[in-house]
Every structure is written in C-alpha cells, then in structure tokens.
C-alpha cells in the first residue's frame, strides 16, 4: 500500500514507531485489515495514565507500542534544587501504593552519600513499614487483577485489608497517602506501643484473609484460564529487558536485592524469597501471594527482635536535631538552621544505592558536588522499566490477554513517569 | 572484587579503562566513548565478571566548557551480586554517543529518556524518539541552563480543529 507524503506527513511519530516494528504477519484475503487501537490514556484498565497503541489482526496483538510521560512532574528537575531533607515528600508521590518503601530508599540512598547509619531501632522500623508498605502494594495488585479479569469481589475483600493498612500508616507515621515518615539518619517519631500492637494484630490476621481470596482465585476456572500462559516472558528477554522484582522471580530467577545485597537488618531474619518458573501472569500472581507471607514472617520477626532505643542517629551536623531540644538549646537551633536553610553537606561523590521495592529494583543515584543540594538524582524506577517488557509479553495475544497482562505487570504511573 | 575488576579491564583495555575511581565501595570508570560498547561487552561476556544486567543508565549535566555531558552506566552482576558504574564524556556542541541497545535492550527506553532529558543522541537506536514529553517539545529540561519554572509557551497547546 502506498501512502501520499502529506499521509505520512501526517502520521504522528508514536505512530510510526508502531508500523515500525517488525512484524511477521501477512495477509493474504482482502477484506483481512489490520487495525491500530488506541488505548489509554484514559482507560480504567491501564491503572493510570498508560496509553497503548496496539495493531491488531483481527483479534490478536501484533505489535505494541507503550507510551508514557502523561503524569510526567520533572522530579529529578526539581530535586535539584530541593536540599536533601526537602526531596523527602516528593518521594511519597513517585510509587504512591507503597510510599513507605520509596522513603525508606531514598533515605539509605542518601545515607549512603553521607556516610552514616540510623540507629538500629530505626533499622527495624525501617523493614516493618517497607514490609507493610510491600503487602500494601501486593493487595492492590491482587485486587486490581482479579478486576480486569472479572472477579470483582477480590477487589472489595483486598481493598478492606488496605483498608485497615491506612489507619496503620496514620499511627506509624501521622498521615494515611503521604507519608513521608522517614528522615535522613532516622524516622520522623517513634513507633508507640499500641501502634505495634495493631500492626501485630494486623499481621496475624491478614494470611486468613488471604486464604480467602485465594480460595475464590486458585481453582476458578476463569481466572486461570486468563492468566495462564498468558504474557509470557523467558528468562533470558527478562534480564536483557531489565525486568524486575516479582515479575523476574516469576520467570525462575531468585533475585532479591533483599537477599542478594542485604541492605538494614534483613541479614538477621530469616525469609526466603519465592520463585516460580512459568514467566506468564499466573506466576506472577502465585510469587506476589507468596511475598506477602514472607512478608507477614518477616513483620512477625521485627516486631519480637526490635531492640529499644532512640530513632535518630546521633550526628549533629547532619541528622535533623529534635523539635524540643531545637526549642530549648543553643546548640540544636543553630544545627536546626543550617541544616534547613544550607541543607546537609555530604562530600563530593556519587552513589547509587537500590532496595527492592514491591516492583522491583527503586534505585537512586546521586551525584553530589559537596553542596547542600543534589547536583543530579536519578530515579531508578522499576515500573519505568517494567513497562518495556509490554510488547514483548503482548505479541501474539489476544486483545482481551491485554488487560490480564498490564495488571499482572502491576505499572505504577506515579513512578513510571516521575 | 573491585581490584579484580581493574585488573580485568587493563590488562583489555589497557590505559584506555585506566581511569578509577572508589567511593563508599562503588567503582567508577571512564571509559572514552569510542570504546564503549566494546567495553560493555567485554564486561557481560568475560565469564569471571558477568555484569549481565543494565540496571540504570542516566545523563548528567557537568556544566562545564570541556566534556560538559557525561553519560552513566550502572552495571549488575546477578552471579556475583556485584556492582559497577561505567562513565562516559561527551562534548556539548556535538552530544552523541553510540548506543547500547544491542548489549541490552532495557537500555532503549533508558537512551530515550536521557534523549529527552539531555538531548544526548544515542546512534544507532531503533526508535529516538522523546520519551515523557511531547515530540514538539524543543528544550531538554535536565540540562543545567532550563530554568526550574520553564521555559513559558514553550509547551504548544494542541490546536483547535
């Protein structure tokens, strides 16, 4: 078929990515057509602002084209000229299902630069509130893709455990969403005892309800039959495509920065990391109700071998000083001062520190020119890189597959555009 | 592992991989752009490395008259659970490096990004296209000279039928 200049002309460029990808498909009857659907980025489906441009012959996907930016906030621009304690909430905004785990590695990551440690207390807490923010991330994907497949009761019944997750992070760290709870060397406050024991009542009841929803999910016939063999990923495309977290584990690859490079004190508990080897959406369902078990064993162990002690690390100079004594002594106010006004200065270098964020590697890499203010902080985020496994799980589908396949891939739109 | 990995690359590359750097335990090389690829190769394919994953890539705006962009590569060893950083300089009036989508492919949407962001052009990358903000879009918002409020007007509204 030949096209007119101004056709092409015409042709927006995401368009032409797609046409321009290779395809083996022919056809041969005339009345045969292939078509392009747009889909998102207003689509209940895509969970966020992801649009795809999909060709289709007749029912079956030949080719994709993923396009994201549409909740695009330049943070990594405006980082540069937030100190380092004042990047801290925008943190919260990037995976938004699970903030507590993003506060969590931005601040090793800056520690990291720094050169300190938070005291242990505060390490513990630090795997408590990443481990809960990780169930509560894995209840929304359980939710969600038991939703785009049809059952919508899964949804109701993970969306009331979430539920009480909130009220859990409104004790922890005195918001529900934003929570930005921890702080450069430390946590904003400490833990209460009542909270601890919600989070225990919490985490004894949650592999009951579990169950539940497993009963409903692991022997219907239609939820299996979406998701099995669908969107499948071998091992060898995962790791070139730079695939992450649940979904690498799915395919038969054990690794878990969490095992791997121990990072706060997951060296001295004891969890294992579930690995299943079918690399389709099933899988990646069966790994993520898996990690939330160990995840609930893991909580189980914080919370009997959490040491007491102070939250924050004693180092004046680059630890925020504590309100009270900041109202009451000379030393702490003019600490105070400089921290917030010229921001911590760390040494000239760079990092990149990652923790394994529920969907998959969060890295940060900051390059530091000995000032108060990050000269440049890249956001590693692995739904960003996630997402680039789409056309790879979609060729050869069908159009309904679609939907099973991004909500098995579980894309935060929060952390995929920044 | 870090002495091993020096080893490794001189006894390659000789002086061209020479320049080392070591902070907080992470490794740092620059590398001249010409050798690059070859260089990531080496690093995937030597049995005794393995650095088999790309977990980021990134552009950073150094701000200078000489080698003003630098473009950063994180490498991961899933064997030996083992880290490296590879860097490389580019100039500001021509910023174009070769691109790493034949070693792996993750780095497609990584290159677009720091495209974008940086107006760095990858050659030899199947589909350069911008990957957060729109095709029409002139300015590369990461590079030191965008002011933080923007640039006004500089984002055309869509036109009215």
Redesign the interface.
């Known amino acids: 078929m030949e096209q007119r200049p101004e056709e092409v002309a015409r042709k927006?460029?995401?368009l032409q990515?797609l046409e321009?990808q290779h395809t083996s498909v022919t056809f041969e009857d005339a009345l045969e057509n292939d078509m392009i659907l747009n889909m998102g980025p207003q689509h209940p489906a895509t969970h966020g602002v992801l649009r795809l441009l999909i060709r289709l012959d007749g029912e079956t996907v030949v080719g994709c084209v993923p396009e994201?930016?549409y909740l695009?906030r330049?943070y990594?621009?405006?980082a540069?000229?937030c100190t380092y304690h004042e990047f801290i909430p925008h943190t919260d905004r990037l995976d938004y299902l699970s903030p507590l785990n993003n506060n969590t590695a931005y601040a090793l990551a800056v520690e990291?630069?720094l050169?300190i440690e938070a005291p242990p207390r505060a390490q513990y807490l630090r795997v408590m509130i990443s481990e809960l923010a990780r169930i509560s991330s894995h209840l929304m994907f359980l939710g969600s893709l038991a939703m785009d497949v049809g059952a919508l009761t899964v949804w109701m019944w993970a969306f009331r455990e979430r539920e009480k997750q909130y009220d859990l992070f409104e004790n922890i760290a005195g918001a529900r969403f934003t929570t930005s709870y921890t702080r450069i060397g430390g946590l904003a406050q400490d833990v209460s005892a009542e909270t601890l024991a919600m989070v225990k009542k919490f985490v004894d009841e949650l592999p009951g309800h579990l169950l539940e929803c497993e009963n409903l999910l692991n022997t219907n016939r239609i939820f299996l039959e979406r998701t099995d063999g669908i969107g499948v990923v071998t091992p060898d495309q995962a790791?070139?495509?730079?695939f992450t977290g649940p979904g690498l584990r799915a395919c038969g690859?054990g690794?878990d920065l969490r095992k791997?490079?121990p990072y706060l004190v997951y060296n001295d508990l004891d969890f294992s990391v579930p690995v299943y080897t079918g690399g389709d959406a099933l899988a990646r369902y069966y790994v993520r109700m898996d990690e939330m078990r160990e995840s609930v064993k893991l909580i189980h162990q914080v919370l009997q071998k959490m040491p007491g002690g102070d939250v924050h690390a004693f180092k004046p100079k680059k630890v925020l000083p504590r309100k009270e004594r900041v109202y009451t002594k000379m030393e702490e106010l003019i600490h105070d001062f400089m921290i917030v006004n010229f921001g911590v200065e760390p040494p000239v270098?760079?990092?990149?520190s990652?923790v394994e964020a529920p969907k998959g590697?969060l890295?940060f890499?900051i390059?530091s020119n000995g000032e108060g203010y990050p000269w440049?902080l890249?956001i590693?985020s692995p739904s960003?890189?996630n997402?680039?496994t789409l056309p790879v799980m979609m060729k050869g589908c069908m159009i309904s597959d679609v939907v099973a396949i991004i909500g098995s891939l579980d894309p935060v739109m929060g952390e995929a555009?920044? | 592992m870090n002495a091993k990995i020096i080893e490794a690359l001189k006894s390659r590359f000789g002086e061209q991989a020479a320049q080392t750097s070591e902070f907080r335990g992470e490794l740092t090389v620059i590398i001249p752009k010409e050798r690059i690829v070859e260089v990531c190769r080496f690093l995937k394919e030597d049995p005794g490395l393995r650095f088999d994953f790309l977990a980021d890539l990134s552009g950073l705006d150094m701000f200078t008259p000489v080698n003003r962009f630098a473009v950063v590569y994180n490498l991961y060893s899933l064997a030996n659970k083992h880290r490296i950083r590879l860097k490389v300089f580019t100039e500001e009036d021509e910023p174009k490096l070769p691109t790493m989508t034949g070693v792996w492919s993750t780095a497609n949407w990584h290159e677009r990004e720091t495209f974008d962001m940086f107006g760095i052009v990858f050659e030899g990358h199947p589909d350069m296209r911008r990957v957060y903000l729109p095709d029409e879009f002139e300015h590369h918002p990461l590079r030191k000279d965008f002011p933080l409020m923007g640039i006004p007007g500089s984002l055309p509204l869509p036109k009215k039928s």
């Open positions: 927006t460029r995401i990515a321009n994201v930016g695009h330049g990594e621009k405006l540069e000229s990291k630069l050169g790791v070139d495509l730079g690859i690794h791997a490079n270098g760079e990092i990149y990652a590697e890295g890499y390059y440049r890249k590693r960003f890189v997402l680039q555009d920044k």
